[in-house]
């Protein structure tokens, strides 16, 4: 079974400009969720999905963050415009339940100079 | 308001001797608690969990133990192995809350042969 793959594994923007990240989650799992962590801080929740509808968006931040999964398959992240405390890691996850049974992507590492 | 707390941002332990990572919590309503492990450029990966109504789950050479009353919870591995090396977050789930995990900042744990 393929695991959750997320594009790009990197990405460096400047500030102000837009970046898309995706992910793809494991076949069959309906839940999706998006985590951020910033350099030596905690894992933080962003959102998550159920199918294609957002079941919980409170961890996001703010308004320039913008999370779609058309037809409940893959999922992106749309940061714009990108400030420089945007930078971190974005992890992908998804699980058959809600709570438990997640599995992460790689992440993809954003650095916005 | 960090609520899950990982106080040892590292721990060095001898192959073959016990590992015991500590995690502190400070909301009693989560009623969930995970352990993941991180290798570098790798997402978290599962490793154990533990419901609030118990005090103890095992998997091999893993053990969770629960503390309710100190809100307190630890990971005990043994006999810790040179491939145990990576940083170890905690998390908690608050059923019927937002449905994110609530991460503690990790714990590096170093094996030394």
């Known amino acids: 079974e393929a695991g959750v793959t997320q594009f790009p594994s990197h990405s460096v923007i400047e500030k102000g400009q837009t970046v898309t990240l995706r992910c793809d989650p494991i076949s069959g799992h309906d839940n999706l969720y998006w985590y951020r962590r910033v350099m030596g801080k905690e894992i933080k929740f962003l959102l998550h999905f159920v199918k294609e509808s957002k079941q919980d968006e409170s961890g996001m931040p703010n308004n320039r963050f913008l999370a779609e999964r058309t037809g409940g398959t893959y999922s992106t992240l749309k940061v714009q415009p990108a400030e420089l405390e945007d930078s971190g890691v974005y992890f992908c996850a998804s699980s058959p339940r809600v709570g438990d049974g997640y599995t992460f992507g790689s992440g993809t590492r954003l650095t916005v100079v | 308001d960090q609520q899950v707390k990982q106080n040892s941002p590292s721990l060095s332990v001898q192959e073959g001797r016990i590992s015991i990572l500590n995690c502190d919590y400070t909301?009693?309503?989560?009623?969930?608690f995970l352990w993941y492990k991180k290798y570098p450029a790798e997402g978290p990966t599962f490793l154990i969990s533990?419901?609030?109504?118990?005090d103890k789950n095992e998997d091999g050479r893993f053990t969770v133990f629960l503390n309710k009353s100190a809100k307190h919870l630890s990971l005990h591995i043994v006999p810790s192995q040179p491939g145990d090396s990576a940083v170890y977050f905690c998390a908690a789930y608050l059923r019927g809350g937002a449905d994110g995990l609530t991460f503690g900042k990790g714990t590096h744990l170093i094996i030394q042969p």
């Open positions: 533990i419901s609030s109504i118990k």
């Open positions: 909301n009693s309503m989560f009623d969930y």
